[in-house]
């Protein structure tokens, strides 16, 4: 009741603020529009997790081609992992390089250009993990750059305020953190829609832990799903030893398989229920070591489990060791493609 009260009134107020010729970052002719509204338009989104991302000490390469193809497809939205970290200055002022915002500024630009909704984050941040009251002027500051500098953008690009929170960002200080960068966000970009996760790597396991600023209804929490670790993570070497151990694991959709996924997305639902919060899938996905026959299963269930319950998901990912397009070949992986689009 209390959030039905809060949404008329926030909606009164805007009635009221654009009476009085009020300014928002929204571009002209669009009107306010909240995170229930905004959810329905990602479906098919897709990662990239190339281009701004860092692997061996460089960053991926995206060819031109991608983004278009990635439309082409019928995607909607694309997750844009960003290592802001390798490009801030260690000490004050943590100055984001220029250049790095160049390079970013393209590929939101070309999302956009190709009718893309681009989502931009914080990716692998290691140091805000290992040390979160010792980064966390630094982490604020990476907001007040990155907000102001797309504070004019459309409404379709979306930020995401961090990647998988996990060690010692967890609980209060990661609902602390969290709360203190979405302020200094909406100082410059009011009603930009923002992605929100709880801790232990975005997972519905901590979900009730998450405490979200009252009012606000242009925020999304954005979950990852990869259950069960031993089918989606086999032979994947940054999860150690172990994960070769998982090698051969299959994933057929019996009984027992469909209704953990169920069972977990029931809680899911039920949390985005009792507090009125749209709710997207913003990583799930196989990896390339796991039988294609399983992978093709397992993705097209959660795809279809998530849209059954009204989220928005994106897959993990374009074209490296989740792939849905192989970039040697320059072929899509056709069934798993489908297991998303059709
Ligand atoms: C997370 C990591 C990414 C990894 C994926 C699957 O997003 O940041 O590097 O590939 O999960 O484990």
Not at 105 to 130: F, Q, R
Not at 157 to 169: A, H, K, T, V
Not at 296 to 323: D, L, M, N, P
């Amino acid at each position: 009741m209390k959030l039905v009260a809060d949404r008329i009134i926030l909606a009164l107020l805007s009635c009221v603020m654009l009476a009085f010729g009020a300014t928002s970052s929204f571009a002209q002719g669009d009107t306010y529009k909240d995170a229930f509204y905004w959810n329905k338009q990602l479906n098919p989104g897709i990662n990239l997790d190339n281009a701004l991302v860092m692997r061996d000490g460089k960053l991926r390469a995206i060819e031109e081609n991608h983004l278009a193809l990635i439309a082409s497809a019928g995607f909607k939205s694309v997750r844009i992992p960003v290592v802001w970290s390798t490009y801030t200055g260690s000490n004050a002022p943590y100055t984001i390089k220029p250049a790095f915002f160049e390079r970013v500024d393209k590929i939101v630009n070309e999302a956009l250009a190709n009718n893309l909704i681009p989502i931009i984050n914080i990716h692998h941040y290691t140091a805000v993990m290992k040390d979160p009251a010792g980064q966390e002027k630094r982490f604020l500051r990476m907001w007040e750059q990155i907000s102001q500098h797309y504070a004019n953008y459309s409404p379709k690009l979306m930020f995401e305020i961090l990647n998988e929170p996990s060690q010692n960002l967890n609980g209060e200080v990661w609902n602390s953190m969290l709360n203190k960068a979405i302020r200094v966000v909406r100082k410059t970009n009011p009603e930009r829609i923002l992605f929100v996760g709880p801790g232990y790597y975005n997972s519905y396991t901590k979900l009730s832990a998450i405490e979200l600023p009252r009012g606000d209804h242009n925020l999304i929490m954005s979950l990852h799903y990869y259950d069960p670790m031993n089918f989606t993570h086999q032979g994947a070497a940054w999860m150690g030893d172990i994960s070769e151990s998982w090698l051969g694991t299959t994933w057929r959709a019996t009984e027992y398989q469909r209704n953990r996924v169920i069972g977990h997305f029931d809680i899911v639902a039920e949390w985005a229920e009792n507090n009125d919060v749209p709710i997207h899938i913003g990583e799930f996905g196989a990896y390339d070591k796991a039988d294609m026959t399983s992978r093709v299963k397992w993705t097209r269930f959660i795809r279809e489990q998530a849209e059954k319950r009204g989220w928005s998901w994106a897959y993990w990912e374009f074209c490296y060791g989740y792939g849905i397009y192989d970039r040697h070949t320059d072929e899509w992986r056709t069934d798993l493609l489908d297991a998303l689009l059709h």
